[in-house]
């Protein structure tokens, strides 16, 4: 084994790059580009200099492919935090403004209400019989926020 170490050429840095880069393919989700653009420019480095010894072509690779990470972390952190639909996974936003038949009485400011298929836990500063149109003016964690529908 050490042998291979020892022989270590560009082009060995090269098709590690490949093989990454085929596991990236396969849904590594991002993880392995660092360490794929590390084991591309340590590919380049070895091909400039050729007699690098491979202790330190690997410890290269293990800095290299650190720092790659990290600055592609950095990079994209915030790439899949932009949408064109904020609301989309919730729910609750998406139902303010909208009216709806109250389902329960309520007790206390608090009651039931169905949407869709969906019991949804509704709050108000006022007690609504079942049967009431209420309108959904906004949220507290996964309670509807409701006030009765006007004319």
Excluded at 9 to 26: K, M, N, S, T
């Amino acid at each position: 084994m050490i042998e291979f170490f020892e022989a270590m050429q560009f082009w060995h840095w090269i098709i590690l790059a490949i093989v990454l880069i085929a596991g990236e393919a396969l849904g590594a989700a991002g993880f392995l580009l660092g360490a794929v653009m590390a084991a591309f420019e340590l590919a380049l480095i070895a091909y400039i200099w050729p007699d690098m010894s491979w202790q330190k072509q690997i410890s290269l690779f293990a800095v290299l492919a650190l720092l790659c990470s990290v600055w592609f972390w950095y990079r994209f952190k915030s790439f899949n935090q932009e949408t064109d639909h904020p609301k989309l996974n919730n729910l609750a936003a998406q139902l303010i403004g909208h009216e709806f038949a109250l389902t329960q009485q309520m007790t206390g400011g608090q009651g039931k209400m169905q949407v869709g298929d969906t019991l949804w836990r509704v709050e108000s500063d006022t007690n609504f019989s079942a049967g009431t149109q209420v309108k959904v003016t906004g949220s507290r964690e996964m309670v509807l926020l409701i006030v009765k529908a006007g004319p």
